[in-house]
């Protein structure tokens, strides 16, 4: 199972990305994908999950800013990110978590002040 992320960028503050997570496995749609973030010197940390079930979880500090999505058929899990600000300048990874537990190869996404 592997997982492609892309959409990363640079971005002044205000601005918005998203980000993409594709794979092949048949097993997507039943699987949990979540979207993390590792700033230089800080330890990665959950930014928004998505359950198979339709559930939606966010950090409290993306909450209103950031959406996650899937699109089973195309097995693809996105992070729609509006009003960028400088400290969530980070490497984002996508993660499928179900059979397998799964990461992404990362994303770089700098938003310059």
């Known amino acids: 199972v592997q997982l492609q992320a892309s959409g990363g960028g640079l971005v002044q503050a205000g601005g918005s990305l998203r980000l993409s997570c594709a794979t092949s496995t048949a097993i997507f749609s039943r699987s949990t994908m979540g979207w993390y973030r590792q700033a230089p010197g800080e330890q990665r940390e959950l930014v928004a999950s998505s359950t198979s079930g339709g559930s939606t979880n966010y950090a409290d500090s993306v909450k209103g800013r950031f959406t996650i999505s899937r699109d089973n058929a195309k097995k693809t899990v996105y992070l729609q990110m509006n009003s960028l600000k400088p400290e969530d300048t980070a490497v984002y990874y996508c993660?499928?978590?179900?059979?397998?537990?799964?990461w992404g190869q990362g994303t770089l996404v700098t938003v310059s002040s």
């Open positions: 993660r499928l978590i179900g059979r397998y537990d799964v």
